[in-house]
């Protein structure tokens, strides 16, 4: 038996609009010959999945989503929807070593940045870890097998810029690996301003 049967990965996060979503996919689509030509061993997330995270919470039982949902009712009503702007690309955890390849965000990360740390504290009062690293909002796109240089992938679209999100709501996901990648799955959603 595994050690997380009947456990759920879940994490809290913000959708990107549509616009955004095709502005980050024709930007892979342009990517991916510069990648093969770099001989870059790349797995590309599906677009379906562009989304910014805000605090990962981990494996927790399934009885733990009611819980989270609860307590997170009304939590988010004095939050205005507000909106942000992705713009450059970079890697983590640098360019010359990259694992992973993100759309960063140049407009909306004092707001993210709030409703994370509004987040981290409420879930750590339902026992889960706090957050020891900055919050750095992005998008993740990609993910290398191995660390490698992606300069020749990044700096051409250093300075892209894509449209523009609106967020309006708070989503509590479930993540779920498949051979293909991950997908995932709205458990909860709070409206910002109630």
């Known amino acids: 038996m595994s050690e997380n049967e009947g456990a759920k990965r879940l994490f809290f996060g913000v959708r990107i609009s549509l616009g955004a979503v095709q502005d980050l996919a024709a930007l892979v689509e342009s990517m991916q010959p510069l ?37 997170f009712d009304g939590a988010f009503a004095d939050v205005e929807p507000f909106g942000v702007t992705m713009r450059g690309v970079g890697a983590f955890a640098s360019e010359k070593k990259a694992r992973v390849l993100w759309a960063g965000i140049d407009r909306g990360t004092d707001e993210l940045k709030e409703l994370a740390e509004r987040i981290d504290a409420r879930a750590a009062e339902l026992g889960f870890e706090r957050e020891k690293r900055a ?37 509590l996901f479930e993540s779920v690996t498949k051979p293909k990648g991950a997908e995932y799955s709205a458990l909860a959603e709070w409206r910002l301003g109630g």
């Open 35 to 71: 990648a093969r030509a770099e001989k870059l061993d790349v797995r590309w997330l599906a677009p379906a999945t562009y989304h910014i995270t805000l605090k990962f919470l981990g494996w927790a039982k399934s009885e733990v989503v009611p819980a989270v949902r609860e307590s």
């Open 135 to 171: 919050f750095h909002p992005h998008v993740t796109f990609a993910r290398l097998k191995n660390p490698a240089n992606a300069s020749a992938l990044i700096l051409p679209f250093s300075e892209d810029t894509f449209r523009k999100t609106k967020v309006d709501r708070v989503v």
